[in-house]
């Protein structure tokens, strides 16, 4: 089959975008908000309610293109498998998101197919991406880490009493609401707990994710595996970068501890907490959010 002389890109201010004012289903697009290389977040309005939400539209700029009517999401043939997969994960994440309620955690209020492709409508609180605070303040303040910590622990335990595992915690994926309270945003990782079967897709992120999320076998996932995402989004926060990826510190970890790097800037009894919550062997960390919360309520 030939492919319609069209561009795919991975970058995700392509043109491809949904333009200022179509509508899709009943909702309008008003402006862009987010894209990564998945999907594309969009300001909408519901005119019939006079209100304002954000819907997120699956595009993977890799294997789609948007037809001419500017609308209908185009597939790659070769890449259709992979695509419908992607469609089942984000039709998945929205089946998570109804039932977790929780303020940190933003919430759904409609999802459906159209344009071959799927749409989650969710409420709109977010202002920005809380990776852009990072870029632009470096390093946060121990007030702000500790606000940080009980917005992030709050959300991450109503996700794990739920029953999922968020898999995917990283400056990108939360989001900083209008009174500034941090909350989860994208749970296209989300894993359930009762679900852990001897083979799962490996999902990671360099610099946040646990080595257990390099393999394929969910026997070795828990909450511990959040644990880690979020010790190592902390060490971002305290250090002013990521630290490295999770496999470069199996066998002799270059990894100097946030304990030594950020000594002076922060009470010791946070940096070694961090510390010990992005330990690289998972029984060494702290197992559940409850326990890494008792940890640091002693600060």
């Not at 880490?145 to 029953?163: K, M, N, P, Q, Y």
């Not at 610099?207 to 010790?231: H, K, M, N, Q």
């Amino acid at each position: 089959m030939t492919l319609p002389n069209k561009t795919f890109s991975r970058n995700p201010t392509h043109i491809n975008m949904l333009p200022k004012g179509c509508n899709v289903h009943r909702y309008q697009i008003m402006d862009v908000l987010n894209a990564d290389s998945c999907s594309i977040v969009y300001r909408c309005i519901y005119h019939a309610l006079k209100r304002q939400y954000l819907i997120k539209e699956y595009f993977p700029f890799q294997w789609v293109y948007r037809n001419d009517d500017g609308l209908t999401v185009q597939v790659d043939p070769q890449a259709q498998i992979e695509y419908r997969w992607g469609i089942e994960r984000h039709l998945n994440e929205a089946m998570i998101l109804t039932k977790i309620n929780h303020p940190g955690v933003l919430r759904i209020l409609d999802y459906f197919e159209a344009n071959g492709t799927v749409y989650i409508v969710m409420e709109d609180k977010v202002g920005g991406q809380f990776s852009q605070v990072l870029q632009q303040d470096k390093i946060l303040s121990e007030p702000r880490i500790f606000r940080l910590i009980e917005d992030v622990l709050s959300a991450l335990e109503a996700t794990h009493t739920s029953g999922y595992l968020y898999r995917d915690l990283k400056p990108d994926t939360l989001y900083c609401s209008l009174d500034n309270q941090t909350i989860l945003f994208n749970f296209n990782a989300a894993l359930a707990l009762q679900r852990r079967h001897k083979y799962v897709t490996a999902f990671f992120s360099p610099g946040y994710s646990p080595i257990e999320c390099y393999l394929t076998d969910g026997r070795r996932y828990g909450p511990w595996s959040d644990v880690y995402a979020f010790g190592a989004m902390l060490y971002h926060c305290v250090t002013g970068a990521a630290p490295i990826e999770a496999p470069t510190r199996v066998l002799d970890d270059p990894l100097r501890p946030a304990e030594v790097v950020a000594m002076g800037c922060y009470t010791p009894v946070l940096l070694r907490w961090i510390d010990q919550s992005m330990t690289v062997r998972p029984e060494q960390r702290f197992q559940s959010i409850a326990e890494m919360r008792a940890a640091i309520n002693f600060v």
